[in-house]
């Protein structure tokens, strides 16, 4: 049961673009929201993270927004560089319990960005 | 920075061999987990352990078990492995007790089940 639902599956950006994936969870417990980033033959590794008192969070060229009403959750990578082509993971957490430990990923999105 | 290495980068076994997949992280934290990842599947949840001797199920443990006997090693065991257990097998650790704490993921074991 997919608790945490990630889309495009993949996403074909021009250099210079704007990238955005976009997730919706339904545990209303989840309190940490993180992005991870894989590269092909490594393993996943924290982008940026945001908790669901703010509405957005920057870091860099990627930026996280938050709405809680919705749901929803998104990664927009501004300014999209070949670099950038990778797996993106969104994720979720509960607060607390041994739930504290279950981070629920998405699907994934795999982005390529055209030089 | 937090490294966690997992000893085999891609294994190869048959069916209803013991399967070990081992991991071990550097920097001293209490928390160990194994992710299974497939295609359009995401990441999800083996087993976890929290401290030496503890572990705790996760989303998909059938099949699978688990061992942790030293604060830094934590194991992955396929009792007797099936096709089905072919998959790409992360390895992750992260500390206690911090609100934020990411997870910290090995390169992953590559297992293919024939």
């Keep these: 049961q997919q608790?945490?639902?990630q889309s495009p599956q993949s996403l074909i950006?021009?250099?210079g673009g704007i990238s955005i994936i976009?997730?919706?969870y339904e545990n209303t417990a989840f309190d940490y929201f993180p992005w991870y980033q894989q590269f092909p033959g490594k393993g996943p590794a924290l982008l940026i993270a945001i908790r669901p008192d703010v509405s957005e969070k920057k870091e860099g060229r990627f930026t996280i927004s938050f709405n809680k009403s919705a749901k929803q959750?998104?990664?927009h990578i501004m300014d999209s560089q070949p670099g950038d082509s990778?797996?993106?993971f969104c994720a979720a957490r509960p607060a607390s319990g041994t739930g504290g430990f279950k981070t629920i990923f998405g699907a994934g999105t795999r982005l390529f960005v055209k030089a | 920075d937090v490294k966690v290495t997992q000893s085999s980068r891609y294994l190869v076994k048959r069916t209803g061999e013991k399967v070990?997949?081992?991991?071990?992280?550097?920097?001293d934290h209490e928390n160990m987990f194994w992710y299974r990842q497939d295609p359009g599947l995401g990441l999800r949840l083996i087993y976890f352990s929290y401290d030496v001797k503890m572990k705790e199920k996760g989303d998909i443990p059938e099949g699978y078990s688990v061992s942790r006997e030293k604060k830094e090693r934590f194991s992955l065991i396929l009792e007797s492995a099936s096709t089905n257990?072919?998959?790409m097998y992360l390895c992750a650790s992260s500390l206690v007790g911090a609100q934020n704490s990411p997870l910290h993921f090995g390169n992953g074991t590559r297992l293919t089940v024939t």
């Design chain 2, 20 to 27: 070990f997949l081992e991991c071990v992280q550097d920097m």
């Design chain 1, 86 to 88: 990778a797996t993106y």
């Design chain 2, 85 to 87: 257990q072919t998959s």
């Design chain 1, 3 to 5: 608790q945490v639902k």
């Design chain 1, 13 to 15: 950006v021009q250099k």
């Design chain 1, 22 to 24: 976009n997730c919706a």
């Design chain 1, 73 to 75: 959750f998104s990664l």
